[in-house]
T-cell receptor, first 107, second 119 residues
């Protein structure tokens, strides 16, 4: 499984875009990038996934670089309820969640 | 529809006792995963079941840990002779499948977890 590197923590002002980076330089050609988030005391929640094209859904956008060695999750208008730990995962036989990025949305 | 459920939600036990944790996956999901999350840390993969294939036990930390799954339904994680370092939240997840050819079906849906405290 390819491993991922994320900053341990980030802050974002409420209403602004939150851009969460992830490095996955050892990703192989057929491995997808998944993003999950975990709000305190809850199980992780799926957000979005992609292979090489940018993806958007009702929760977020995912931007994957052309060489696929990194990606950015974008929450376009962060709210206080978006405060959570965000995990970037590259799929193999199982998910390696790492320690993620703790995002704090500030009022 | 019903999501992944886990029981008990909290379990307090004494060091040396055995515990059983239960996971009920989403109906129709062939893949089931167990993870452990210690306080303030990320998820640690434990074991993975896919249909009738032999489970991937590569994440189990010791032979005190075992898990079973009945067909494509309920799974139990058993920890024998519990130690204080076993204290953690144990999370279960399920997905429709786990094949690389169908990434949307690989989305994992998590239960609320069982908080285990070993005194």
């Amino acid at each position: 499984d390819a491993k991922t590197t994320q900053p341990p923590s980030m802050d974002c002002a409420e209403g602004r875009a939150a851009n969460l980076p992830c490095n996955h330089s050892t990703i192989s050609g057929n491995e997808y990038v998944y993003w999950y988030r975990q709000i305190h005391s809850q199980g992780p929640q799926y957000i979005i996934h992609g292979l090489k094209n940018n993806e958007t859904n009702e929760m977020a956008s995912l931007i994957i670089t052309e060489d696929r060695k990194s990606s950015t999750l974008i929450l376009p208008h962060a709210t206080l309820r978006d405060t959570a730990v965000y995990y970037c995962i590259v799929r193999g036989n199982q998910f390696y969640f790492g320690t993620g990025t703790s995002l704090t949305v500030i009022p | 529809g019903a999501g992944v459920s886990q029981s008990p939600s909290n379990k307090v036990t004494e060091k040396g006792k055995d515990v059983e944790l239960r996971c009920d996956p989403i109906s129709g999901h062939t893949a089931l995963y167990w993870y452990r999350q210690r306080l303030g840390q990320g998820l640690e993969f434990l074991i993975y079941f896919q249909g009738n294939s032999a489970p991937d036990k590569s994440g189990l930390p010791s032979d005190r840990f075992s898990a079973e799954r009945t067909g494509e339904s309920v799974s139990t994680l058993t920890i024998q002779r519990t130690q204080q370092e076993d204290s953690a939240v144990y999370l279960c997840a399920s997905s429709l499948s786990s094949g690389a050819a169908a990434p949307a079906q690989n989305t994992q849906y998590f239960g609320p977890g069982t908080r285990l405290t070993v005194l």
